[in-house]
Structures are given as C-alpha cells and as structure tokens.
C-alpha cells in the first residue's frame, strides 16, 4: 500500500461545477500537509497549506481529518484555467523529516 | 520572492556522458532535493541533503550521485548518462519541517 495516495482521475467536470479530491496518508507521524498544482510540463507550486481546522482561499478549501487519516481539496464555481495535476505532500517527522508525495490527480475542466 | 533556479532547462546528452545538474536557492533553506518526474509515476526522490556536505539517499538513487559544498547549491550528478534516465529533474527546497519551493525543472534527454 503506497504511503500517500490519490485517485489518478481524470477527473473530467463542466465549467462551474464544484469538484473535490481526497489524499490518504497511512503514516500516523504526519504532521503537515500541503496542497500543490502542477501544470503541464511545470514545476508543482504551493496552492495551499492544510490545518487542523479547515482553510479556505478564494473559491479553494482544504481540509484535513486526523482520525480517517485524509485530506481533502474542494473547488468550487471551477474555472477552464483550474485544469491541472494536484498533488498532495505530507511531511512525516518520525526518525527523520520526510516528505511523502501523492501520485497526483488531474482535472481536466471542460466548457 | 521565493526563488530556485537550476542551470538548465532543456539538456540533450549522449549515453555515457557525464552530466551536471545544478540548482541554487536564496531563501536559506537547510534541505535540499531532487526529485525526478515521469509520465504516470509521479514524483520520485533521488537524493536530498538536510545541511552542507550531508546527504541522504532517497528512493531512487542508483546512477546518481549529489554534492553540496554550499548551502545554497545542490548538484546533481550523472556518472555515465543512459537513455533510462531521460526524464524531468526538479529540485526543491524547505526549511527543515516547512513546504517546498522547486525550480523550474531540467528536462534531460539522453540519446
């Protein structure tokens, strides 16, 4: 079992739909958790951090549930320019610092 | 403004070269890495370095090698290149439990 994983999609959705994805991590030493977008042939940059409490940004939420072990990114009114990879990372603080990334989903929104 | 940069963009060698990837980051940052990107496989880490002159193993690292003498500069090295390692090569940097900045990737073609 991969230690971070995410549904590859693709994930096809109409311009102006609400779409989420959910990354599960199995290590229980997960301490921090961050959202990133990667574009075709880019590098991944941040689109978000991920707390305790829930985060939004604009038309962005991230959530995180310790007891399931999961985290989640909703996007809501879904914009032609959203289409991309998102990846989750999880950095693990237990015998040294690690960061775990997700494979990646992608989203393809469509007009 | 965050910045990592690496020396090259786009690299052509040929098999048995010895080739030099390097990246430079000016935020200071304590850890280092290199990852490298194929279709379908995600992110897989090569190497990383926590400090000057340590490095760790990640989980591919056969083939490569790393050095960092300053804090700022990571390199990466291809003893003797091979067609299997064409691939994306993207370094990141972070403060030892924070998220991570990447360059804007090395995409390296070995004939």
């Known amino acids: 079992r991969k230690e971070v994983e995410q549904d590859p999609g693709p994930f096809n959705v109409p311009e102006g739909a609400t779409v989420a994805f959910n990354c599960t991590y199995s290590?229980?030493?997960?301490?921090?958790f961050f959202w990133y977008r990667q574009d075709c042939r880019k590098e991944p940059k941040l689109l978000m951090s991920?707390?305790?409490?829930?985060n939004e940004d604009g038309r962005f939420t991230a959530q995180l549930n310790r007891a399931s072990q999961y985290i989640s990114l909703l996007i809501r009114d879904s914009k032609l320019s959203d289409s991309a990879t998102y990846l989750c990372v999880v950095n693990v603080m237990d015998s040294n610092y690690q960061l775990i990334w997700g494979a990646g989903t992608k989203l393809i929104i469509k007009p | 403004d965050v910045k990592v940069t690496q020396s090259s963009r786009y690299l052509v060698k040929r098999t048995g070269e010895k080739v030099f990837l390097e990246c430079v980051q000016d935020m200071d940052h304590e850890n280092m890495f290199w990852y490298r990107q194929d279709p379908g496989l995600g992110l897989r880490l090569i190497y990383f370095?926590?400090?000057?002159?340590?490095?760790e193993k990640g989980d591919i690292p056969e083939g490569y090698s790393v050095s960092r003498e300053k804090k700022e500069r990571f390199s990466l090295i291809l003893e003797s290149a091979s067609t299997n390692q064409t691939s994306m090569y993207l370094c990141?940097?972070?403060?030892?439990?924070?998220?991570?900045?990447f360059g804007p990737g090395t995409r390296l073609t070995v004939t």
């Open positions: 990141a940097s972070s403060t030892p439990t924070g998220k991570p900045f």
């Open positions: 370095s926590y400090d000057v002159k340590m490095k």
């Open positions: 290590n229980s030493a997960s301490q921090s």
């Open positions: 991920v707390y305790s409490s829930g």
